[in-house]
């Protein structure tokens, strides 16, 4: 059964289309990794999946239930939780206090409750050492991993990160895959945009392509990344090269 589904969306600004007719789903427990070039809409697409923004066209449901024109604030209620690319901490606040306001105000739990929540994502992301620092203090890898913990405080079952992996170092980075590969041991489905594809491949069940708003491939992660017409759009081509 599918945790999302996303039939035929669109989403246009003024003479700008930057999602046009995408459809895609995820299945319960699996990782979807969206790559594609700067500014082809992928950052949009979670948007929409989120609720932050609304669609021109098509439907989204989730879990079972049409979601499409239902606020951001209810979608994260019913399951939905995301990272964002940039981090933005709460930097006079502890790592521990960042992760329970997702504890409690992102799930609805009671303080009690958001505090036994926080301790566990806490432990979950490698962050547990961290809980009385203030978040401002917090290395770059810290931070996403902060990221990542308060969109995982509200027990979601589908999490949207957001270039997670971008800026970290590669040790950092395996130790981040090492992380997610622990959050998908939870069941919890993930969609992933990253430019960092050897993360990605580490992580994700399929790899979609998206290009001018356009889903443009979706499949198995290497025979996708094989794709000529892939290559030509995301990594560029001596084919393409030879043109300019």
């Not at 499949?219 to 017409?229: C, F, L, V």
Request: with cysteine; hydrophobic share 45%; glycine share 10%.
């Amino acid at each position: 059964m599918s945790i999302i589904e996303l039939d035929t969306v669109s989403k246009r600004y003024g003479a700008l289309q930057v999602t046009d007719q995408v459809s895609l789903s995820v299945t319960a427990g699996e990782a979807l990794g969206i790559i594609g070039p700067n500014g082809a809409g992928k950052t949009t697409l979670f948007n929409l999946i989120a609720g932050t923004t609304l669609p021109d066209a098509g439907t989204i449901r989730f879990d079972g239930a049409d979601v499409t024109r239902m606020p951001a604030r209810r979608r994260c209620h019913r399951g939905i939780s995301r990272s964002f690319q940039i981090p933005h901490p709460f930097v006079g606040m502890t790592t521990y206090e960042n992760v329970l306001i997702g504890a409690s105000f992102g799930a609805g739990r009671t303080e009690t409750a958001g505090s036994t929540k926080a301790i566990e994502v806490l432990e979950l992301t490698g962050l547990a050492a961290k809980a009385n620092v203030l978040a401002g203090h917090l290395t770059l890898l810290e931070r996403k991993r902060l990221e990542m913990a308060r969109a995982l405080a509200s027990s979601p079952k589908l999490l949207l990160l957001d270039e997670i992996a971008g800026g970290l170092t590669q040790p950092e980075c395996l130790e981040l895959v090492e992380t997610i590969k622990t959050v998908r041991a939870e069941g919890v489905s993930i969609i992933w945009i990253e430019h960092v594809v050897h993360a990605l491949l580490a992580i994700v069940d399929r790899i979609a392509v998206i290009d001018f708003g356009r889903k443009i491939a979706d499949g198995d992660p290497a025979a996708t990344m094989a794709s000529p017409q892939v290559s030509a759009i995301y990594m560029g081509t001596d084919e393409e090269v030879n043109h300019v």
